[in-house]
């Protein structure tokens, strides 16, 4: 069994590693087949969430499995920076003592949230129902992305942006709410974080708070709010939606959590297994939540094959061992429904349906335009470049698969973690090697994702 490897035991200081000065490219190859069993990270929203909820509980949280990746790391930081003791116990052990609901101190220092826009949106929810100001920051990726959207509600709620760039961008300094009040909200878009955020500002409010969701997304902010022990229930709303209401104020307590694999970090040697001949791969304790295998349904459509077993649970989420043979897939459509289930996983379904053959769909992409970059343009010039025919209609794209990759060019990943491992996924079965431009944003959410996939038999050099 191959792992990650760990980092000191010990008080969080500035453990967080900085992205290199200078780029770190990186050429992949066709390799032999992928052999091996791994356990991929583990998975980043449930690490995020387990960090901030332990924080705002009662006691010690304690969890195991945690991603330490920069994105994780840095939210970590700034559970410190207001106020909870985060410590490393061991290998992907940590220990969390918590300040209660409403009980975050004011940072001393601005919250530096790196690359994560996960870590930075969540935050901004549980800082908006505590009467302090903090002051949110990351890298140049993240300062370019939008925050309006989530900082919306927190508004309605109480809290106020009281200096910040234009947009709603990072920098900026948000005022919590001395008396948060309770909302119902209807999400524009089919997003966890912004319901995260609200259900997490709404803990602090009295009565009742509600987000309504047209379509379902990732409910693991829910499932853990109830595993601390938050009043918590959600219910159908329409064909594809759901109602979520919170009561608010309750005294959540420390809990243990273990941290299942990341299924998106899992869904890049699962790709690459598919697509290079001879290959038999095994992943263990990989979470298995309805609302985040959409790429797991969408490619066994394609044909794969993947096997779960020793299917289990933890804190609500289920997680199985998949087994994984390479496999001929063919082109499908992938309903725009199904985008919130694998938000995340279309750069890698997209060199998917590069290497099957016939024309893959993939409809309702528009919210990969607002990721750590626009990933719906990134990763259609990904394929261009490699010689894949592309084409982006609306927020729909559409990939003409040939059975193979000609492969032969530079990817520019745009400082975007998930295009730098998509591309070098790519190059392990096309027919030419594929160079990527900067390798060094892969440590924000799978630091040892080159020595894995290297384990498995892939040539990366």
């Known amino acids: ?104 101190a004011q940072p001393k220092v601005a919250l530096d949230f790196g690359n994560s ?12 129902g505590c ?38 961008r990072l920098p900026l300094t948000l005022q919590g709410a001395r008396d948060p009040l309770p909302i119902t909200y209807k999400t524009p878009v089919a997003s966890a974080q912004i319901k995260s955020a609200v259900l997490l500002a709404g803990l602090a409010a009295p009565g009742i708070t509600t987000v309504i969701e047209t379509e379902a997304s990732r409910d ?12 918590v229930t959600s219910v159908q709303e329409g064909q594809h939606g759901r109602r979520i209401t919170l009561v608010g104020q309750p005294e959540l307590h420390g809990a243990n959590v273990v941290v299942p694999a990341d299924p998106s970090s899992a869904a890049f040697p699962i790709v ?24 797991f349904t969408t490619l066994r459509e394609m044909g794969a094959f993947i096997e779960e077993s020793e299917v289990r649970g933890d804190a609500g989420e289920p997680m199985a061992r998949l087994r994984v043979r390479a496999s001929k897939l063919r082109g ?22 590069s290497f099957a053959e016939g024309t893959t769909i993939m409809r309702g992409l528009q919210e990969l335009r607002v990721k ?36 032969s060019g530079t990817v520019a990943t745009h400082m975007d973690h998930r295009i730098a491992m998509s591309a070098l996924v790519m190059g392990c079965a ?7 431009d900067d390798t060094g944003f892969i440590a924000t959410s799978f630091p040892d994702f080159i020595p894995m996939m290297r384990s498995l038999g892939a040539e990366f050099s």
């Not at 826009?117 to 908006?128: D, K, N, Q």
């Not at 002051?135 to 009281?162: C, H, N, Q, W, Y």
């Not at 709010?225 to 938050?230: E, R, S, T, V």
């Not at 750590?372 to 259609?380: F, G, N």
């Open 117 to 128: 826009g996960t870590g930075c949106r969540l935050v901004m929810g549980a800082v908006a």
């Open 220 to 231: 693991h902010t829910e499932l853990m709010l109830k595993h601390f022990g938050a009043d």
């Open 372 to 407: 750590e970059s626009d990933r719906l343009e990134a990763t259609a010039a990904m394929l261009r470049v490699n010689g894949v025919k592309v084409e982006i209609s609306g927020d729909d794209m559409i990939v003409e698969g040939r059975g193979h990759v000609p492969g």
């Open 430 to 436: 096309s027919d030419q090697p594929v160079t990527v």
């Open 332 to 353: 499908v459509e992938v309903p725009p429904e199904r985008a919130p289930s694998m938000i995340d996983e279309y750069l890698v379904l997209a060199v998917a349906a």
């Open 1 to 104: 069994m191959w792992y990650l490897r760990g980092c000191p035991q010990g008080p969080l200081k500035d453990t967080i590693l900085t992205h290199s000065d200078q780029p770190r490219p990186l050429q992949s190859r066709a390799s032999g087949p992928l052999t091996g069993k791994v356990r991929v990270p583990g998975d980043k929203s449930i690490s995020h969430r387990a960090l901030i909820l332990g924080a705002l509980s009662v006691g010690e949280t304690r969890i195991s499995g945690l991603l330490e990746g920069e994105d994780v790391l840095n939210t970590a930081k700034s559970m410190q920076a207001l106020g909870a003791r985060v410590e490393r116990t061991g290998d992907f052990a940590w220990k969390v003592n918590g300040v209660g609901v409403a009980g975050f």
């Open 272 to 295: 690459a297994a598919l697509i290079v001949e001879g290959s038999d791969v095994v992943l263990s304790d990989v979470m298995t939540n309805p609302l985040r295998t959409g790429l």
């Open 131 to 168: 009467p302090i100001s903090a002051v949110f920051d990351g890298d140049a990726s993240l300062r370019s992305r939008p925050m309006r959207r989530i900082l919306d509600p927190l508004e309605k709620i109480g809290a106020k942006v009281t200096s910040g760039s234009e947009g709603g």
